[in-house]
DNA sequence: CGTGTTAGG
DNA sequence: CCTATCACG
């Protein structure tokens, strides 16, 4: 089973972009985005209930803005919006479904980047997804959160370290809450095939030449439980996809089901 | 001396789009410019002022929105802004100068097409502006009025005449406000050189094919008082400067001078 | 720099 | 359909 995770950055302008072909090319089984940015109604008509797959809509309240969602080849059920014990999730930011016996979180992270305001509502956020997060993780059945976390960990997961030492994204404290959470027992699946290397970035700002010379950032994770790391194989990410659909590129995970 | 009048819709998506080239071609010695739609510190450095012109800017206060500039080539005074006593014209609409003995006007009526808030805004403002232009009728000196009325006057002035009776820009009471305004003693130098014959049309929808089937307005206007009929000259609309750089075409007259 | 929004035309 | 805006990323 092929599952991928994908901030779209507008789901409707990644599909005039190519979105279609991209998707055929990775083939997965289980998809989840981010960034949607868009009410199903809102969507081309042929969109809204894509043929082959089984879709939940998790858009947020206001119009145009974040917003997740999964398909599926085989049909889910899902388990929660949110994070909170009431359901609520008004930026659409998280979608825990079930498929096959396998438990997949789609995650959006608030990004701090557009200013204070901002960066203070991920920080709320983190406080509270970490808890989250931790209960999920002991579970027996696999369990794999997806999404783009808007943190890039270390060095090797962030092309000018240096410089963004005090940017969103790239903050000590940020780094060490993505830490913590590797530490407490998920597997960060990408960095642990790739090696100790330089990337692979799944992220590229548009200004400048930053993509096509590979400036990238790694923000979008791929993390599992104990029981998913016993099926989870190998890990692809399709450049291409990101270069010509969106800003991010999507990360597909190969799990032994 | 060629007088010119052009809603450029945008001077920023103009100049992108060729205005400088147009404006060679249609070389005139006097340029109104309606919808600038630009602070003067927004345009491009070597618009603010350009080599060879006296400019005066006359943005509206809210950002993006309307905006008149008149362009001379001989050194020109200001006589006023706006129609209000008190100079104040938030919105940019009306600039009065004088350049080389004639006075001219550069007028750009509100639109009404985007709802009844604004046609209310636009019949006001008829009713302000018809006494204002009375008075500066009965003038010795040659004065003309150029500008954007956003009203056609005759069936002659607009294609689909059936069926914009009860479209703003075409009503009754707006097409007898025009009336109001020739027969007061303005001479309409487009309509007395073209003859009664359908169009010639300044303004074309970009929506569907309005403009390569020419089913467009004429509602953008030279008027003239009777000492400037004495010196008014051949009028020339250059269409593909409409086609090219914005949705309205330049009008222009040769002046006696 | 890009994807959305909204007002206005 | 097109030009602007603004929020957000």
Redesign the pocket.
Known sequence: MRITTWNV??????IRKGFEEHISRVNPDVLMLQEV??LPE?LPKQWRNPEGWHVTWHPAEK????GTAIWTRDPHTIIARGINEDGSDPEGRVLHAKVKGTEVVCVYL??G??GD??QAEKEKWMDVFMPWARKLKSKRTPVLLGGDFNIAHTPRDIFYAKSNEKSSGFLPHERAWMGDFIQMGYADYVREQAGDIDGPYSWWS???KARELDRGWRIDYLLGNKAASRIAGNITIDREAGLACSDHAPVTIELDI
């Open positions: 950055n507008g789901l409707r302008a990644a940015r868009a809102q119009k145009g803005y974040s608030p990004s980047s557009s305001h901002r548009n200004r400048g």
